[in-house]
T-cell receptor, first 115, second 112 residues
């Protein structure tokens, strides 16, 4: 079975600074990988996904993530954060060709932006 | 309406009440999910429906009763809830075997 770990519970960065949120997964083969963002009181919105191919994935809102098989990681990056990026970020892992339920979410990283 | 919608957005109910949460997806998906999100806890998968059949029930108490009358609609019927059931209840949908899930805005439930 797959699992996912987000080591950082809460991160604060200054507006305009770069951002990297960490995600590590455990799965026997190449999984499907996702990053979602959740604003307060809202549902989760898909930022980007990796299924196969190019290991650097571009998403919405200027985010990107890089799949590194050797490190079992799928870290989310943004070169310059905006105050509107303050939210909770969830990494998720799915098993290819599996049933609908086989997606596991990490516990989330809360991002705060310092003016 | 586009995407996944949920009603109501906010619900306050007493422990003896009966209420229902509604979810509707306009994406043509064939799998739907209920999640519970409590403060400081990971997202908890409650129920999964695939092609209108319940395929997963993660040890959810019987005071929560799901219903999926068709591939576009999902309900969560609530009765005799406890204060610890207060949470954000999220609905999601996907195309089976694609894993990418689309979420509704959630229903903030408070049990008094």
């Amino acid at each position: 079975a797959q699992s996912v770990t987000q080591p950082d519970i809460h991160i604060t960065v200054s507006e305009g600074a770069s951002l990297e949120l960490r995600c590590n997964y455990s799965y026997g083969a190449t999984p499907y990988l996702f990053w979602y963002v959740q604003s307060p009181g809202q549902g989760l919105q898909l930022l980007l996904k990796y299924f196969s191919g190019d290991t650097l994935v571009q998403g919405i809102k200027g985010f990107e993530a890089e799949f590194k098989r050797s490190q079992s990681s799928f870290n989310l990056r943004k070169p310059s954060v905006h105050w509107s990026d303050a939210a909770e970020y969830f990494c998720a892992v799915g098993a290819p060709y599996s049933s609908a339920s086989k997606i596991i979410f990490g516990s989330g990283t809360r991002l705060s932006i310092r003016p | 309406e586009t995407g996944v919608t949920q009603t109501p957005r906010h619900l306050v109910m007493g422990m003896t009440n009966k209420k229902s949460l509604k979810c509707e997806q306009h994406l043509g998906h064939n799998a739907m999910y209920w999640y519970k999100q409590s403060a400081k806890k990971p997202l908890e998968l409650m129920f999964v429906y695939s092609l209108e059949e319940r395929v997963e029930n993660n040890s959810v108490p019987s005071r929560f009763s799901p219903e999926c009358p068709n591939s576009s609609h999902l309900f969560l019927h609530l009765h005799t809830l406890q204060p610890e059931d207060s949470a954000l209840y999220l609905c999601a949908s996907s195309q089976e075997n694609m894993d990418e899930q689309y979420f509704g805005p959630g229903t903030r439930l408070t049990v008094t």
